[in-house]
């Protein structure tokens, strides 16, 4: 297919190391912030979802995690499919045009947020049988001490996290991409995206 | 500065095994802690398996010393919350008005058990293999150059990004901003720090991917190997014996119950 | 002709006026070429057309003939481009790919690309080491590398593809003075070599009164002057487009204009010009 040709492109192949090294970095950063809720490990993800399509934002996610392993948190490795998720549907939305009215994009983040705990609780509840050592484990103690099964667990601890850290991912990539060059974005294969496409008189443009 | 890998250089036999061969040990052992169905499996895998293995390329204690900063607080909070809190399970031992419950601490002992062994394998395969050497074998194995290409150059990238995250931080420090103290201080930090390593690093995407161009990276010609990674031919069988052995593994997990029940006329 | 561009005009997506307005020139091969001109005068979107990514990688609108190498470059694409046609910008960090973890390595990279068989690369590879003088360096990691070793190492990896056409936007602005120096040498060697056509982008006047071949002026997307390295440069209407005369025009024409030195020739623009000029030679 011509489009997956182009949403694979050169451009994109950059942007994603780009995009992982930037989820790496950012989420280290807000770890030693040591702010709650937030993680912030997912920005890379949502940008090449929203400029280079969903399939190369699922890419993206997945690498991510598989990065992390292989840099020494292999803790995040069974998480992969949520990541590439993240990346399939801030592609998804940004082909739906929800970024270029700012509630349709934090919208986005929202749904993009509860699918992540959705995502996360049963492999939470299969990998690490509902723990992840992480303080948000005492809300999963709270959920079972009230007779919840483990995914329920899970799914709580999730949740709150998710959708707080999502919607707030998806309002970053939305200051970035604003604050970005426009020429910058129309080198990427879903500029329209992000971008009105050119009222420019382009007949006429070389003659002035 | 190189780059953000774990790989820790020994001339020691670990090392000298070809990366795939690294590779697959791994998955095996992975699978060896997932498949077998006892409590303690992950601990057996983990002291007959990783340790041994570890010990062979000379990295024991910085496998150990990352494994238990990930595995401890993970442990701890299993045992506490799945040990406490398991619906409707024996108590087995008393701690004022809660208990816990067998259970949950069997379910515990397992799973810290498996991810032991799990993670043990993985940080065995990036503290004991050169990043690079195992992308370039999978790529003479026919795994795109893109992929290849993408995971090492993010491991170089990151070094350098930090080290620009760092000035960054330095800088708007030297502005005012305050990055400790109360939550909200620490909350309004985060724009600032992230937004201009964000902005700066997106717009070298532009000149980053016109030099890969500059440098043949679309192009559709056959690639050539400038340093291929040696290979043994025993190593190649023993990849498949291990690839093969898994399969069988896992296929004897999954018809487990079907066998037991058929073949050795079990309830 | 190496290049044979044939009114050529381009505008960026976005933009609203043209970043090249009829752009004609012919270069023969082996020609080593100066592109002088003030800020937007059109000097990178020209190094950028002729290497390709004028329209593949910017894409916007153009018109005209684009012909190099041999190649028509607006039916070619990059991938085919590469290998005949090395370009070498300013900034050295993003030139570095990180596809490898040695200098080595990452010189060969390109050529791994181009499929060429090991036992040549290995020797390309060593020879494009050794102009660039990074041979000691090689098995160090390229991001350990100072800026000046950063961008001879972009030049090695140019360099090693043997390409007809090489073309450098202000391959020394982001240096230091040590790291100028070092890719000063190098493109000392090259242009003395005359191994393949060379068009740079400097504002190094009296290196280009040394040793370029032909220098062409761009102002407004235009070439404006087109010829040989001593007439153009002594031009004063340059010093209006931010472009400027070297110490040793100033001087002379100064000098000349106050009766001191009795010269009706052609104004200096190095130092071994200036000392002919005014010993009245």
């Known amino acids: ?208 | ?267 | 002709m190496i290049i044979d561009l044939e009114d050529i005009a381009y505008a960026y997506p976005q933009a609203t006026k043209p970043a090249l307005r009829g752009i004609t020139l012919s270069v023969p091969e082996g020609q080593f070429l100066a592109v002088v001109g003030g800020n937007r005068a059109g000097k990178s979107t020209l190094c950028y057309v002729l290497s390709g990514f004028i329209p593949h990688h910017f894409k916007g609108t153009y018109r005209g003939k684009i012909e190099v190498a041999g190649m028509d470059l607006t039916q070619s694409s990059l991938g085919e481009i590469a290998g005949k046609v090395g370009l070498v910008f300013s900034n050295p960090f993003n030139q570095i790919s990180g596809a490898r973890f040695t200098v080595e390595e990452e010189v060969a990279f390109g050529l791994e690309n181009l499929g060429v068989p090991r036992e040549e690369m290995h020797e390309r590879v060593h020879r494009a080491l050794e102009t660039t003088g990074l041979a000691e360096v090689a098995g160090r990691s390229p991001y350990a590398l100072s800026g000046g070793q950063q961008q001879r190492l972009a030049l090695a990896s140019m360099l090693v593809m043997e390409p007809q056409l090489l073309v450098l936007d202000e391959p020394t602005s982001q240096l230091d003075p040590a790291g100028k120096i070092e890719v000063f040498e190098v493109l000392n060697r090259l242009a003395d070599e005359k191994v393949m056509t060379v068009v740079i982008v400097e504002h190094e006047l009296e290196w280009i009164g040394d040793f370029a071949d032909r220098v062409i002026v761009m102002h407004e997307g235009r070439i404006v002057n087109d010829g040989d390295p001593r007439e153009v440069l002594v031009d004063e209407a340059l010093v209006a487009m931010g472009v400027g005369n070297t110490a040793y025009t100033s001087v002379a024409r100064e000098a000349r204009e106050q009766g001191l030195v009795n010269n009706d020739g052609l104004l200096p623009v190095t130092l071994d010009q200036a000392v002919d000029f005014f010993s009245g030679t």
């Open chain 1, 1 to 208: 297919m011509d489009q997956l040709r182009k949403d694979f492109s050169t451009v994109t192949i950059a942007l994603i190391v780009v995009a992982l090294a930037i989820n790496i970095v950012v989420g280290t950063i807000i770890f030693q912030l040591k702010v709650p809720f937030v993680y912030l490990d997912s920005i890379g993800t949502i940008l090449v979802g929203l400029l280079a399509g969903p399939w190369a934002g699922l890419v993206t996610g997945i690498l991510s995690n598989l990065l992390w392993g292989l840099l020494g948190n292999p803790g995040y490795v069974p998480y992969a499919p949520v990541a590439g998720v993240i990346g399939l549907m801030a592609g998804i939305f940004g082909s739906m045009g929800w970024f270029k009215s700012w509630w349709k994009w934090l919208l986005a983040g929202l749904i993009t947020g509860l699918v992540a705990a959705l995502l996360s609780a049963p492999i939470t509840a299969y990998v690490y049988g509902g723990v992840t050592g992480a303080g948000t484990d005492l809300i999963v103690g709270m959920f079972r001490a009230t007779g919840s099964s483990i995914m329920e667990a899970a799914l709580g601890q999730g949740l709150i996290t998710d959708l707080i850290d999502k919607t707030f991912s998806f309002f970053v990539v939305w200051l970035i991409v604003k604050a970005l060059p426009t020429t910058l974005l129309t080198r990427f294969s879903r500029s329209q995206n992000v971008l009105e496409m050119g009222d420019v008189d382009l007949e006429n443009i070389l003659d002035q």
């Open chain 2, 1 to 267: 500065m190189t780059s953000a890998t774990l790989y820790i250089d020994r001339d020691a036999g670990l090392q000298r095994l070809h990366p795939l061969t690294k590779l697959v040990i791994s998955l095996f052992l992975i699978v060896l802690a997932l498949v077998i169905p006892n409590m303690w499996a992950g601990y057996i895998v983990f002291l007959l398996g990783v340790v041994p293995l570890a010990l062979w390329g000379g990295i024991l204690q910085p496998l150990w010393s990352a494994l238990w900063k990930i595995v401890l607080p993970f442990a701890i909070s299993m045992f506490v919350i799945q040990g406490l809190f398991w619906t409707g399970g024996t108590p087995v031992v008393e701690l004022g008005p809660l208990s816990f419950k067998a259970e949950g601490l069997v379910f515990a002992t397992t799973i810290t058990g498996r991810l032991l062994a799990i993670m043990g394998s993985f940080l065995l395969l990036s503290l004991g293999t050169p990043p690079d050497d195992l992308m370039i074998s999978l790529e003479e194995r026919g795994v795109p150059n893109s992929v290849t290409y993408i995971v090492l150059s993010t491991m170089q990238l990151v070094p350098g990004l930090q080290v620009r995250a760092g000035k960054i931080r330095d800088a708007q420090r030297a502005r005012g901003l305050e990055t400790e103290g109360s939550i909200l201080q620490r909350m309004r930090s985060m724009m600032p720090l992230v937004e201009p390593l964000v902005l700066g690093s997106i717009i070298d995407v532009d000149e980053r991917a016109i030099a890969l161009e500059a440098r043949g990276f679309s192009r559709e010609a056959s690639k050539s190997f400038y340093r291929p990674v040696p290979d043994r031919r025993w190593e190649q069988i023993l990849r498949w014996m291990l690839f093969i052995a898994s399969i069988l593994l896992i296929v004897l997990r999954i018809f487990w119950p079907l066998i037991n029940r058929y073949y050795l006329g079990a309830g």
